[in-house]
């Protein structure tokens, strides 16, 4: 099994920082695309940002010029670095990772817990 947990969640005043990382385990052969999504309360999950194994990233608009996407490959991990926090910031902050576990099979698509970012006005 693949395992992604979250880490680097919580309160922040506007215009302040945070780091988010998922560490990626269990069985893996390979890690492709890794992504952060965001759900704010009542609303549906988006996506925030994702990074290629080879390091191309994309931004949805309202993040670019604040949030940088960046991997480790050889830790298996994934990093959201966050500036200029806005209180729209504020939702659960979830990893979601493409993996394949053996060189026999295709990629499947695996999430982390969330983790809680609250951004105070």
């Known amino acids: 099994q693949v395992q992604l947990v979250e880490s680097g969640g919580g309160l922040v005043q506007a215009g302040g920082s945070l780091r988010l990382s998922c560490e990626v385990s269990?069985?893996?052969?390979?890690?492709?695309?890794m992504a952060w999504y965001r759900q704010a309360q009542g609303k549906e999950r988006e996506l925030v940002a994702v990074?290629?194994?080879?390091?191309?990233?994309n931004y949805v608009d309202f993040v670019k010029g604040r949030f940088t996407i960046f991997r480790d490959n050889a830790k298996k991990m994934v990093y959201l670095q966050m500036n200029g926090l806005k209180p729209e910031d504020t939702a659960v902050y979830y990893c979601?990772?493409?993996?394949?576990?053996?060189?026999?099979?295709?990629?499947?698509?695996?999430w982390g817990q969330g983790t809680q970012v609250t951004v105070s006005s």
């Open positions: 979601n990772c493409k993996v394949r576990t053996n060189w026999a099979t295709s990629e499947s698509e695996y």
């Open positions: 269990g069985r893996i052969f390979s890690i492709n695309d």
């Open positions: 990074i290629t194994r080879p390091g191309t990233t």
